[in-house]
Structures are given as structure tokens and as C-alpha cells.
């Protein structure tokens, strides 16, 4: 599934550069789209797909530290709806999303009543439902929010990627001397992973330098705790601070410069062995810690690795340049706020590294299309009409 979207991606980011939002963004969709559900996504821009993301968004954004004043002022919660707007806004945003995931689960469960379901968690709950007990609306919630944690998540990793590339081009010169030594002109398959220490190190170094969830998912503590002389009794909310955690000196020296020699480099105190195996983006902080660590980890760093060994392998990516011939550098700090961060639209210039290669994504995709056993799901449309429910 992995492969076959990021071929998808690819093809398209080479033919429309500048969606590079909406490409990544369909990859990660259409890969969680198919698992949860069984159906594929030909554009991301259906509406039930434009329905979840904007939920997400608004998750994303209602779920950011102090959006309301009731995260500072507790007792504020004991305001009646009416003198409580933030209950109002949280209330039409869960019917929202309720509405929305318990649609996707009817329409599963209608077409494996019909016999005509593809293989999916939802189907396969749906089939066995006596070895996973489960009321529907809580089994609607834990399929739906399989999408909105993968996908946001995935694609703003991946424009902080294209973003570190545009900044710091000596790291796409290195990833390219690496992947022509491993792979040559064929594409790189999941298989070459292991041999690509430096790309491994470049995603890594990303998600350091700017990690997605930079203020941490909350946790509540279980015990009562003392940190630094300070009291906190059990139930306290926590954020593990990412951004902070990231630029602890005396692990990652020089924590604001991108630097993935950090992962590479005996120096280093971060440099582990042997490099067919790490770097490694398993529990690595960004995906957080505990019981709460992300369970979809693994689909992500694999994710991570194939796409943007794709993209480095077929592709070059440069600044940008005004009409006058100059270089347009993006900044490095503009980014979006919220919950999950992503880097605000910019300018960039990419093209295939040579015909040759351009010639291959293109044969790959085609092949990959055809073998397809979901492309009969990609006119998929909602059975379960949600308009006027999910409104932003």
C-alpha cells in the first residue's frame, strides 16, 4: 500500500509541483483511507475526504494548550452552555465528527452485508466482532481517528523534508551520492532501507529540528510528582515539550542548526551502531513516550523512509527565483499554529533529475494503477449524506 501511494505521489508532484501540499496530504489520507476503510483515494479532493480534514484541522486547532480560557481558569467549566462558548464550539465539533465516523463504518458494514467488501480493520472487525468487543460508537471513533492522527501528521513531516532540502541543499547532494552508490536508476524499494543510513538520518534530523507536535501530547500523571522542587499532584496535565526536548544542549549541541552528521558521526553522543539499523526513528521522541506513545509508529517512519527516498532519487529540488534571476529563500520558522504544525505554503523549484528517471515514475505508476486491487473504489462516494453536519 505504502509503495503504490508513494508512486502515486510521485508521479503527481512531478507533474504539478507547486500542490506538493495536496500530494502529500492524498498519500497519507489515501494509505489510512485504505486501511481503516478498504477504499482508495484518486484526488484527495473528494468531499468525504475534505470533510475529515477539515474535522482534523479543527481538532488540531481546538486541541492546542490555552485556545480557551478554561484551560487557564478550570472553573469555568461549570458554565452553562449558553454562557459557555467553548462547550458549544466542542459539542458541534464531536457531532461533526461523530456523524462523520460512524457514516464511514455504515458504509462498510452495508457492503460487507452485501459480500462486496475489501479487506480493511473495519471489515474485519465488522466480521469478528465476538474476538473484538466493542460498542459501534466507540469502534467508529477508534477506526476514524486512525485518520486523523496519520494523516496530518505524516504529510507536514514531509513538507518540513522538502523545506530542509530547499535550505540546506548540501543534504540532498548527499542523499543523492547515496541512493545512485544503492540503488542506481532503478527506484528505491523498501528492501534498500537499511543501506540508506544518510536518508534515515535526514528525516530524523527533520523531525528533531521541527517536530510536528512541538508542545507534546498531553498526559496526566498517575502518582503525585515533585520535579525541579515543584509539587504536582496526581492528575496534573503534562506536555513532554518536544521543541524543548529537541534542543536539550547537552544531547543535541547546537539544537537550532539542522544537522543530520548528528546521527552519523562517532562524535556525536546520538550516533549509535551499526547504521544498517540505526538511525531509527523507533521511539524516538517525536512519536511521544509511554503508554501514550503513537501506535501507528511504524507505518509512519516506514512511510517517512520510502517517500522521501523517492522523492531525493527522482527528483532535484532547489530554491525558487524571481523574475530577475534571484534565489527566494523561504524562512525557516514560518509555520502554522496549532496542535500539529506544518510549514506555511512556499516556493520552491523541482524537476526530475533526468529523463530517464522521469521516464520510470511514470512506468512505475502505470504499472502500479493497473495492479490496484482498490482502483474500483476510487469513485467511492459516501453513502451517508453528512451535509450540513461537518462545517468548519
Known sequence: MQSLESKRMLHDLLQDPSRYELW???????????LAYGKTIRTGEESHVQRIIDVNHNLERIASPGIFLVDSWPILRYLPEWLAPFKKEGRRLHEAEFGLFRALLKDVEAEVN??????????????????????????????????????????????????????????????????????GDRMPEFEDVPRLPT????????????????????????????????????????????????????LYPDGDTFNPDRWLNPKYITFREPLSKYPSLQNFSSFDFGRRICPGMNIAERSLYILSARIMWACRITKAKTADGVDITP??????????????????????????????????????????????????????????????
Request: with cysteine; net charge negative; glycine share 6%.
Open 24 to 34: 502529500f496530504q492524498r498519500y497519507a489520507s489515501g494509505l489510512i483511507f485504505r
Open 199 to 250: 536518508c534515515r538520518a535526514v528525516i530524523k534530523e527533520v523531525l528533531r529540528w521541527r517536530p510536528v507536535t512541538s508542545g507534546g501530547v498531553p498526559h496526566q500523571l498517575t502518582d503525585d510528582d515533585v520535579y525541579n522542587g515543584y509539587f504536582f499532584p496526581k492528575g496534573t496535565t503534562v506536555h513532554a515539550n518536544q521543541w524543548a526536548i529537541h534542543r536539550d544542549p547537552d
Open 114 to 183: 452485501a459480500g462486496t467488501a475489501s479487506p480493511s480493520f473495519v471489515s474485519t472487525w465488522l466480521e469478528n466482532k465476538e474476538s473484538f468487543p466493542m460498542a459501534e460508537d466507540e469502534a467508529s471513533y477508534v477506526f476514524g481517528t486512525l485518520f486523523e492522527a496519520g494523516t496530518g501528521t505524516t504529510a507536514a513531516a514531509m513538507m518540513s523534508f522538502v523545506l530542509a532540502v530547499v535550505l540546506f541543499p548540501q543534504w540532498q547532494q548527499a542523499m543523492w551520492d547515496e541512493l545512485d552508490e544503492v540503488v
Open 331 to 392: 524562512p525557516s520558522y514560518d509555520y502554522t499554529t496549532g496542535f500539529n504544525a506544518q510549514p506555511k505554503p512556499f516556493l520552491f523549484h523541482l524537476e526530475a533529475r533526468s529523463e530517464q528517471r522521469h521516464l520510470a515514475v511514470e512506468e512505475a505508476w502505470r504499472e502500479a494503477e493497473k495492479e490496484d486491487p482498490l482502483a474500483w473504489t476510487a469513485d467511492y462516494r459516501l453513502g451517508h449524506s453528512l451535509e450540513g453536519e461537518v462545517k468548519s
